[in-house]
């Protein structure tokens, strides 16, 4: 086996490769019936939570720009304050420097 062959071998090894990313690329956008659905925009969202108890947590949910305040505990979930209006980001101010 001279040079060539080994070259010859990589770029196989590499077309192949490539293939299979593409493959895995295009299941992704696409989904596939029955295996994988596609990414799509998702609705819901977690934007904070904050432990009280070991068993005991508050989760603030987005949902379509509207935010609810959910207390989740063993027993169950329970909203503390629903119909909040979503903040966008450039109104959220960033935490104050400290100057020592």
């Known amino acids: ?24 690329l295009a299941t992704r956008k696409f989904g596939v019936p029955g295996l994988a659905k596609p990414i799509r925009t998702r609705r819901i969202h977690i934007v904070e939570t904050l432990m009280l108890s070991p068993r005991q947590k508050i989760a603030l949910i ?13 027993n169950g979930a329970s909203v503390i304050e629903n119909g909040i209006v979503a903040k966008s980001a450039s109104e959220i101010a960033p935490p104050a420097e400290q100057v020592p």
Request: negative net charge.
């Open 1 to 24: 086996m001279d040079v060539l062959d080994f070259a010859r071998y990589f770029a196989a090894l590499l077309l192949v490769l490539g293939l299979i990313g593409a493959a895995g």
């Open 62 to 74: 987005r949902r379509d720009d509207v935010e609810h305040l959910v207390m989740i505990t063993p």
